[in-house]
């Protein structure tokens, strides 16, 4: 019984030596997540019920920043075209890279030079790639207009000075600009897809749409759902683009929250403000992820 009891103090001794070894090892990374990643988070939070400018101390005013966020008509405005650029550039986004992975899923020559060549804007800086589109986008010298000009006889407009255009000149740089990265994950879901079953398709009689359909679309869901859920949480925090490009203009038509955020914070000093508009934007995120998380059981195909 002695030897037992024993036994037993000894591994937990041991186990407890292991444990506070790899807590040891583990402080600096877990001090460096409090005070540079949680800390800023609740003061965050604190910060959302306070009007603070920086220059002065903190003062509480309760929900006066909540009743000015209702009220808000350039928030307003920014939430719905957020909203605009992750509903519409999303799906466009997702289709480009489908197209891309099914074509460099085929036998082609020079397949890895076309892997490199669409995967190089995601790697090249968004502020690099915003200015040279922006140029590209330019109504008297840009190259857009010009290619219209001579090839169909068609004046271009004024991408980023209209409003009418304005988001949309961002959505397809930004569609351009992130193809690749999801390109990658599809074409390494595509790989995955056994042969057989394409085979046994073709057998029956199945077309190449209804094999995407019945075959590729399920077999691929689970990479599918990653680019969802990625492009989602990344369309809602765009800023680099709209910054760049149109600094929110013209008339606020490219106006994101991310971009309000940081106008409110470090332009205008209204820290308390912007605090609370981070949160806002938290919630949404959240909220749209958690959906995609309910809903992902209805379509998403685990082995």
């Known amino acids: 019984m002695a030897t037992g009891n024993s036994t037993r103090s000894r591994v937990h001794a041991r186990r407890f030596r292991e444990a506070l070894a790899a ?56 939430l719905g075209n957020t909203i605009y650029f992750a509903f519409v550039g999303i799906p466009l986004s997702i289709a480009v890279s489908m197209i891309l992975a099914l074509m460099l899923n085929t036998k082609i020559r020079f397949k890895s030079m076309f892997r490199t060549f669409y995967f190089l804007p995601v790697v090249t800086s968004m502020v690099a790639v915003s200015t040279v589109w922006f140029w590209l986008y330019n109504r008297e010298f840009g190259l857009i207009n010009y290619l219209l ?3 169909f006889s068609i004046e271009g407009p004024g991408w980023l000075s209209d409003p009418k255009y304005a988001m949309n000149a961002i959505i397809i740089m930004s569609v351009w600009k992130g193809a690749g990265y999801n390109m990658v ?112 059981r209805k379509w998403v195909f685990t082995q």
Do not use: C
């Not at 877990?30 to 920086?54: E, H, Q, R, T």
């Not at 691929?220 to 969802?228: E, G, H, N, P, R």
């Not at 409110?264 to 949404?284: D, H, Q, T, V």
């Open 23 to 78: 807590y040891i090892m583990l402080s600096p990374v877990l001090v460096g997540l409090a005070v540079f990643a949680i800390g800023p988070i609740i003061y965050s939070f604190v910060l959302s019920f306070m009007d603070y400018n920086i220059m002065l101390p903190p003062v509480f005013t309760g929900l006066a920043n909540i009743r000015k966020a209702m009220g808000d008509r350039l928030l307003h405005q920014s």
């Open 185 to 296: 994950i599809f074409l390494a879901a595509l790989q995955g897809v056994p042969k057989e079953l394409y085979e046994s398709a073709t057998i029956d009689g199945a077309g190449p749409v209804r094999q995407f359909i019945r075959i590729t679309l399920p077999m691929i869901s689970t990479a599918l759902f990653f680019v969802l859920i990625m492009s989602v949480i990344g369309s809602f925090q765009v800023f680099e683009q709209t910054y760049v490009l149109t600094r929110g203009g013209p008339r606020y038509a490219t106006s994101t929250i991310v971009l309000l955020i940081f106008n409110e914070a470090f332009m205008f000093y209204r820290m308390g403000y912007a605090s609370l508009m981070a949160w806002i934007l938290f919630i949404i995120i959240s909220g749209f992820t958690a959906l995609q998380m309910v809903f992902q």
């Open 149 to 151: 000009w001579r090839f």
